[in-house]
């Protein structure tokens, strides 16, 4: 049985190979992969979380950390779902209408699948209507956004009215972000949330599915 | 340092330009338009933008090329168009500046990061290769990488552009941390500085990301590790949003009123990035005719 401190540990220091042989020792003996997760491997994002907020972790260290968490799901991942285990979420995320920056969205699409979220990346410059149709065909039930320029951060308010009129809007949680984007905004345009940052996105994306 | 660095610095600190972005949206650049191709489809409008610049009292204006790398232009479709917009975009603030004014070319970011892996450091290398040659042909007097966040990429960018022999100036974002004294990758001004100075930047310096009072313990801190002159051009604020349209809090006057603090923390190249206008560059121009008086 190896010790599991190790997996918290390898996801802290963002050591995917050590997080994966973990990973795969435990499940070879029989280890619960539930439990891997939510009693290690979340922890550990949570630390590193924690580390961010103190500004001891900067982006590096959460995108290895975020990779190191990754390449433990891709092996749990089938086996939870081989027996039923529904992820926490389905998130469609993308960068709106126009804007063709991804660096913001590709970090909280990362983080928000070391969170344990099913994560359907669209893109840049994504319409409206490909969120919509994400809904509708995929069953997204969460919808994050995001926008660098002050020029496209319109596009959010218009995805929200089009989700609206396409009868969709019930049915998914708005999440919003990127370098202008305030709560005021958020609140202004009727979204369901805001985060400054990647770490925050994935509190935000916990609380959304919860309530 | 290179002459013309020390042609211009003789006199004492040297006033840049200010945003490039939104004057261009004053006259009629739509949103999401990509700013850079006005190079080719309303160069009359970008002339009108660094004329305002010269006439507001810039000694260094910059060009309308911070986009314009293969790798940000294959976003758009454009990446054929990388070297002849890079040439126009030079040859129009040339015909601006005429004798007034020099011309430091604007290389922005690929809008990749190196460490996530979709990108190599051959292709980033390559891009900006491109891009610095033909700034050079166009007739730019310097290079200027601005607006990084990753410091390997802002490396990589000064040695690019260093194969010119035009002289190069690095600069990068400080918006992180609680005090936004770090890039977005964590680098500090200190470790930032000294990198970009080993890979052969003339002059170093941080833009945008945040207002003028943050870009005054950056460059005492960089001014700390390294001699070269720093550069500083920073936002009017922070934007705020009021009915769909981003309002800048700071006035011309506020952000000059900083102007001899952000010279005494070492600044030699000082102007505005987001937000700011030919009006705050002529604001810093009375700030600093007054302090050239008094020395």
């Given at each position: 049985m190896p010790d599991l401190k190790l997996l918290y540990e390898a996801v802290v220091n963002g050591d995917a190979k050590a997080s994966l042989a973990i990973t795969q020792q435990a499940l070879a003996e029989g280890v619960d992969p539930l439990i891997l997760v939510n009693e290690h491997m979340v922890p550990a994002m949570d630390e590193v979380g924690r580390r961010f907020e103190a500004n001891e972790f900067f982006v590096p260290e959460l995108l290895i950390a975020a990779r190191a968490m990754k390449a433990s799901l891709e092996v749990i991942r089938p086996l939870l779902i081989a027996r039923g285990d529904k992820p926490a979420g389905r998130v469609a995320i993308g960068t709106v209408k126009g804007d063709l920056h991804d660096i913001g969205k590709n970090l909280?699409?990362?983080?928000?699948?070391?969170?344990?979220?099913?994560?359907?990346?669209?893109?840049?410059?994504?319409?409206?209507?490909?969120?919509?149709?994400?809904?509708?065909?995929?069953?997204?039930?969460i919808i994050a956004m995001s926008a660098l320029l002050t020029t496209t951060m319109p596009a959010m308010k218009s995805t929200i009215e089009a989700l609206k009129?396409?009868?969709?809007?019930?049915?998914?949680?708005?999440?919003?972000?990127?370098?202008?984007i305030t709560q005021k905004y958020a609140d202004e345009i009727g979204a369901d949330g805001y985060s400054e940052n990647a770490v925050g996105a994935v509190a935000l994306a916990k609380k959304a599915v919860a309530t | 340092?290179?002459?013309?660095?020390?042609?211009?610095?003789?006199?004492?600190?040297?006033?840049?330009?200010?945003?490039?972005?939104?004057?261009?949206?004053?006259?009629?650049?739509?949103?999401?338009?990509?700013?850079?191709?006005?190079?080719?489809?309303?160069?009359?409008?970008?002339?009108?933008?660094?004329?305002a610049y010269v006439a507001a009292g810039s000694q260094v204006i910059l060009t309308n090329t911070f986009g314009?790398?293969?790798?940000?232009?294959?976003?758009?479709?454009?990446?054929?168009?990388?070297?002849?917009?890079?040439?126009?975009?030079?040859?129009?603030?040339?015909?601006?500046?005429?004798?007034?004014?020099?011309?430091?070319?604007?290389?922005?970011?690929?809008?990749?990061?190196?460490?996530?892996?979709?990108?190599?450091?051959?292709?980033?290398?390559?891009?900006?290769?491109?891009?610095?040659?033909?700034?050079?042909?166009?007739?730019?007097?310097?290079?200027?990488?601005?607006?990084?966040?990753?410091?390997?990429?802002?490396?990589?960018?000064?040695?690019?552009?260093?194969?010119?022999?035009?002289?190069?100036?690095?600069?990068?974002?400080?918006?992180?941390?609680?005090?936004?004294d770090r890039t977005m990758m964590g680098t500090t001004p200190e470790a930032a500085a000294t990198a970009l100075v080993e890979?052969?930047?003339?002059?170093?310096?941080?833009?945008?990301?945040?207002?003028?009072?943050?870009?005054?313990?950056?460059?005492?801190?960089?001014?700390?590790?390294?001699?070269?002159?720093l550069w500083a051009k920073a936002n009017a604020g922070l934007p705020e949003m009021v009915n769909g349209v981003p309002v800048y809090r700071t006035s011309p006057a506020d952000f000059a009123s900083l102007i001899p603090d952000l010279v005494q923390a070492g600044a030699s190249f000082i102007g505005g990035c987001c937000g700011t206008s030919p009006d705050f560059i002529a604001a810093a121009k009375a700030r600093l005719d007054a302090l050239r008086q008094q020395n």
């Open positions: 909280v699409a990362s983080l928000l699948e070391g969170g344990g979220f099913e994560v359907i990346d669209l893109g840049v410059n994504v319409t409206p209507e490909k969120f919509i149709e994400t809904v509708n065909l995929k069953q997204a039930n009129s396409a009868g969709v809007r019930d049915r998914v949680k708005v999440l919003i972000g990127g370098a202008p | 340092m290179h002459p013309l660095l020390r042609d211009l610095l003789a006199t004492g600190p040297v006033l840049t330009d200010g945003a490039w972005g939104t004057q261009l949206q004053a006259r009629g650049l739509a949103v999401g338009e990509f700013p850079d191709l006005w190079n080719l489809e309303h160069p009359e409008k970008v002339l009108e933008v660094a004329r314009a790398n293969r790798l940000r232009l294959a976003a758009h479709g454009l990446e054929s168009k990388a070297v002849e917009l890079n040439r126009r975009g030079a040859a129009l603030s040339k015909e601006a500046a005429g004798q007034k004014a020099r011309v430091f070319a604007s290389i922005g970011p690929t809008g990749q990061l190196l460490m996530s892996g979709e990108v190599s450091a051959q292709q980033v290398s390559d891009a900006f290769l491109e891009q610095a040659q033909a700034l050079a042909q166009g007739g730019a007097d310097a290079l200027v990488v601005e607006t990084m966040a990753e410091v390997e990429e802002a490396c990589l960018a000064v040695k690019a552009a260093r194969q010119t022999g035009l002289p190069v100036v690095a600069c990068m974002v400080f918006d992180s941390g609680k005090d936004h890979a052969g930047a003339d002059v170093v310096g941080a833009n945008c990301g945040q207002g003028i009072a943050g870009f005054i313990p950056i460059c005492r801190r960089m001014h700390a590790v390294t001699n070269v002159p």
